[in-house]
T-cell receptor, first 114, second 115 residues
Framework: SQKIEQNSEALNIQEGKTATLTCNYTNYSPAYLQWYRQDPGRGPVFLLLIRENEKEKRKERLKVTFDTTLKQSLFHITASQPADSATYLC?????????????FGKGTHLIIQP | DAGVIQSPRHEVTEMGQEVTLRCKPISGHNSLFWYRQTMMRGLELLIY????????DSGMPEDRFSAKMPNASFSTLKIQPSEPRDSAVYFC?????????????FGNGTRLTVT
């Protein structure tokens, strides 16, 4: 069955360092991958999209990579700040090129310590 | 842009009661999704609509769950009868179109507690 794995334990990072979050998947051939941020009591908010033919995407302090051979995406936050503390979800979509509902990982809780 | 609006924000009910969750998608968005989030299972897709028509309801856990979208600006998710294991946060999300890779716009969810 399809499976998406993200770091299940909270990730503690010191302010100013780079935070790296991992998303691994099995039994899936996604056409694209998205990353979302979720704060307590709120819905997920879209951050970045990367397609299967792209290796890397950047947006300000955020960088995402997508390795379809390793079946893995890495999400980096450089110069991390306490305000970056949140849960980050990866989502896979479009297997076979479809545009149907995304499949989400359970998320990684990131804590940036001042 | 008011975003996706869900109501109520919190719902506490007793087992066996009917529960109705409501969602107003972003104006102009023609795809709507209902997700359920728990610690154990994360975010699970329950059902989604395109142009008010249900496309895939394979994620709906049981016949106790039903969803409707009578028009482009309103959708409901109903649970009847509710059970304690239905306790979760239910999210509604919308898309401007089903173009590949479009980001989902989520509401802030309804936290349901069934006692």
């Amino acid at each position: 069955s399809q499976k998406i794995e993200q770091n299940s334990e909270a990730l503690n990072i010191q302010e100013g360092k780079t935070a790296t979050l991992t998303c691994n998947y099995t039994n899936y051939s996604p056409a694209y991958l998205q990353w979302y941020r979720q704060d307590p009591g709120r819905g997920p908010v879209f951050l970045l999209l990367i397609r299967e033919n792209e290796k890397e995407k950047r947006k300000e302090r955020l960088k995402v990579t997508f390795d379809t051979t390793l079946k893995q995406s890495l999400f980096h936050i450089t110069a991390s700040q306490p305000a970056d503390s949140a849960t980050y979800l990866c989502a896979l979509g479009g297997e076979g090129g479809g545009a149907d509902g995304l499949t989400f990982g359970k998320g990684t809780h990131l804590i940036i310590q001042p | 842009d008011a975003g996706v609006i869900q109501s109520p924000r919190h719902e506490v009910t007793e087992m066996g009661q009917e529960v109705t969750l409501r969602c107003k998608p972003i104006s102009g968005h023609n795809s709507l999704f209902w997700y359920r989030q728990t610690m154990m299972r994360g975010l699970e897709l329950l059902i989604y609509f395109n142009n008010n028509v249900p496309i895939d309801d394979s994620g709906m856990p049981e016949d106790r769950f039903s969803a409707k979208m009578p028009n482009a600006s309103f959708s409901t998710l109903k649970i009847q009868p509710s059970e304690p294991r239905d306790s979760a946060v239910y999210f509604c999300a919308s898309l401007p179109d089903r173009g590949v890779a479009s980001p989902l716009h989520f509401g802030n969810g309804t936290r349901l507690t069934v006692t």
